[in-house]
């Protein structure tokens, strides 16, 4: 299995997540291909992205103080 901007897109849909540019870089890099012999399972592309976004955080925006 490989990964394209369009499956990663289904996949940030349907689990309610947003990754950064850097995030979607970073896992399409990795997973647009896949290494010979070796095939990416679907359980192996979602524990290395929950990897990569524990690795590259997005950041954090801090809530306005209301007075």
Same mark, same amino acid.
């Given at each position: 299995m490989i990964l394209t901007e369009k499956s990663l897109r289904e996949f *940030? *849909?349907?689990s309610f997540t947003t990754f950064t540019r850097e995030q979607k870089q970073i896992i399409l890099d990795r997973f647009e291909t896949e290494p010979k012999p070796y095939t990416w399972s679907e359980q192996d592309i979602v524990e290395q992205i929950k990897k990569i976004c524990s690795e590259h955080p997005a950041v954090k925006r801090e809530a306005p103080q209301w007075v």
């Open positions: *940030e *849909e349907s």
